[in-house]
């Protein structure tokens, strides 16, 4: 577990440190970025509309899945359930985010819930760990939330800025899937760290069995079923191991 370096000092130097740990991860972000805007220029959608959705989906799984149907004429309320669906373990996360953020004003809730993406919630994890019962102190919640828009904000900024030149560079990246391949292992290189307890270890083991198993599924259902099988099998794990001498 990494040192608290933000339990004290001045708010900056937590943004700063937020900054400075998601520099790593951001790397993943960089090429996710760039492969999603690149997908998405190739997918014929107006550029317009594809600015439109880097800056307000911010989600690649949605972009990379939504663009296509989109232009294949695909009716919208349909588009937004299959991302919702994509997007479904972000209501597994939120959780968790109240315990770190559900002080804040409802305003700052939606912008940090539209921001607090996969790495982000591993580094403020990482940073700030918490037990079953705790909570952080108000002084270390004042250096959580300003590590958190630090992170946060870093991260948005070069998801933006790849997106950019992934559009820009359309015609001359290559297979965007090779890219994705590379945010995806700097995401995986991100998480493995977080498999520190028997619980999160089995959890994550039966989401990738149940997300292997179901690669001819329909879209989504994949994720789907993997989140609802590391729930189950977390929950369970968590409990025999409570109750054990």
Known sequence: MPPAATDAGPTDAAWRTGARDIAGPALGTLAMGLTVGAAMVHSGLPLPLVLLMSLTVFSSASQLVGAPLLVAGVPWPSVLLIAV???????????????????????????????????????????????????????????????????????????QLSSLLGMALAGRLGDPQTLRFIGVLALLGLALPMLDRPA??????????????????????????????????????????????
């Not at 102190?137 to 070069?158: D, E």
């Not at 198993?213 to 729930?231: D, E």
Request: with cysteine; hydrophobic share 55%; aromatic share 12%.
């Open 85 to 159: 669906l994509l997007n479904v373990r972000f209501i597994v996360f939120s959780v968790q985010w109240r315990r770190y953020l559900g002080d804040l004003p409802w305003g700052r809730r939606l912008l940090a819930a539209y921001v607090a993406g996969d790495p982000i919630y591993a580094c403020v994890h990482r940073r700030f760990p918490l037990g079953p019962d705790e909570r952080l102190t108000p002084a270390r919640q004042q250096q959580m939330h300003r590590y958190f828009w630090g992170a946060a904000g870093s991260n948005w900024l070069v998801w």
């Open 200 to 245: 999160a270890g089995c959890a994550a083991a039966a989401a990738a069995l149940v997300a292997l198993a179901g690669t001819a599924w329909p879209l989504g259902a994949p994720m789907v079923a993997a989140i609802a099988a590391a729930m189950l099998v977390g929950a369970a794990v968590g409990r025999v191991r409570h109750r054990a001498p």
